[in-house]
């Protein structure tokens, strides 16, 4: 079956413009993740959703990060006004279920978008 | 709060010898702690996976971890390496009470298999 899909796998974008990146999760699954992972360094969270719910934006690094999924399946990440350190890989993931307070759902990870700000 | 810290960022072993991997946490809370492995051009995977049950967790491929409290790991181990080893592995924590559902990384240890 279909794993995680995102596009496009490969984005270079000059300092100032803004980019949007999609994420298609498994199909059904609710809950989805967003990670930035710079180069050479571990996944680092960025925003949660549970159907078209935001729950968690705790990891977005400034206002120039903005995240929706509008009808709970396919999300975007936009970022406004690129910056050099925004360079990294964009990862998302989805999950079956909710994400009770014990067990745990496994998240499947999409092949990530490289991010080049020059 | 939680985190993991990854005590190698590089791994150096000889196919058919052992691996092994060192992780140590930090958690408020019981933890469940994972090891996800990446190799290039592909997303993250889970190898295996403690949720407060067995402290000696099996997963995919052959590899293991042992959880101890006492010391605050969970490293994972292999008794011996294939070539197909070869990929960078995350040392991940998430805490059951966590107000979000994020997974907290360790930095990564990059694994080198030479024949």
């Known amino acids: 079956g279909a794993g995680v899909s995102q596009s496009p796998r490969y984005k270079v974008a000059k300092r100032g413009q803004d980019v949007a990146l999609r994420c298609d999760p498994i199909?059904?699954?609710?809950?989805l993740f967003w990670y930035q992972q710079a180069l050479g360094q571990g996944p680092e969270f960025l925003t949660y959703?549970?159907?078209?719910?935001?729950?968690?934006k705790s990891g977005l690094p400034s206002d120039r990060f903005f995240a929706e999924r509008p009808e709970g399946s396919v999300s975007t990440l936009k970022i406004q006004r690129t910056q050099q350190e925004d360079s990294a890989v964009y990862l998302c993931?989805?999950?079956?279920?909710?994400?009770?307070?014990?067990?745990?759902?496994?998240?499947?990870f999409g092949p990530g978008t490289r991010l080049t700000v020059l | 709060a939680q985190s993991v810290t990854q005590l190698d960022s590089h791994v150096s072993v000889s196919e058919g010898t052992p691996v092994l991997l060192r992780c140590n946490y930090s958690?408020?809370?019981?933890?469940?702690l994972f090891w996800y492995v990446q190799h290039p051009n592909k997303g993250l995977q889970l190898l295996l996976k403690?949720?407060?049950?067995?402290?000696l967790v099996k997963g995919i491929n052959g590899f293991e971890a042992e959880f101890k409290k006492s010391e605050t790991s969970f490293h994972l181990t292999k008794p011996s390496a294939h070539m197909s080893d070869a990929a960078e592995y995350f040392c991940?924590?998430?805490?059951?009470?966590?107000?979000?559902?994020?997974?907290?990384f360790g930095g990564g240890t990059r694994v080198l298999v030479k024949p």
């Open positions: 199909s059904g699954h609710v809950s």
């Open positions: 959703f549970q159907n078209e719910a935001q729950l968690d």
């Open positions: 991940v924590v998430r805490g059951i009470k966590a107000a979000g559902n994020k997974l907290t």
């Open positions: 403690y949720t407060s049950a067995a402290t």
């Open positions: 958690s408020s809370y019981s933890p469940s």
């Open positions: 993931a989805s999950s079956s279920t909710s994400q009770g307070p014990v067990g745990y759902n496994e998240q499947f």
